[in-house]
């Protein structure tokens, strides 16, 4: 593996060991969306290092999905797709109605990301 690959998927572990940790904390679910869809958007940008599918400066989960599309199949549901990338922007600044259009993710949705 190469080395950049490599730090790409240990940063991601750190988001992921970050969301085992809080998960439970109900006040908490949208640091456990953010945590989620960083790990993802991590892992997704080991693959295109790993196999040199180009230089990508993005965050969306949508566009990498894309990219590594030739390498991997991720079967995800297009909300969830769609959702994580709202996460990005959504979850690092307060906004009047909370996280997302429809507020601050419950518990179950946080899990489940």
């Known amino acids: 593996m190469k080395s950049i690959?490599?730090?790409w998927l240990k940063s991601a572990e750190s988001d992921l060991t970050i969301i085992t940790l809080i998960v439970h904390d109900d006040s908490l679910t949208h640091q456990v969306a953010f945590h989620a869809q960083q790990t993802i958007e991590k892992c997704l940008k080991a693959i295109v290092e790993e196999f040199?599918?180009?230089?990508?400066k993005t965050?969306?989960?949508?566009t990498l999905i894309g990219t590594v599309?030739?390498?991997?199949?991720?079967?995800?549901e297009?909300?969830?797709?769609?959702?994580?990338?709202?996460?990005?922007i959504e979850?690092?600044?307060?906004?009047?109605?909370?996280?997302l259009p429809?507020?601050?993710?419950?518990?179950?949705s946080a899990k489940k990301l």
């Open 78 to 88: 297009p909300g969830d797709i769609i959702m994580l990338d709202q996460l990005y």
């Open 5 to 7: 690959s490599a730090d």
């Open 52 to 56: 040199e599918l180009g230089f990508i």
């Open 102 to 108: 429809f507020g601050k993710p419950s518990h179950e």
């Open 91 to 99: 979850s690092r600044y307060p906004g009047e109605i909370g996280l």
């Open 59 to 62: 965050h969306s989960i949508r």
């Open 69 to 76: 599309s030739g390498i991997i199949t991720i079967n995800a």
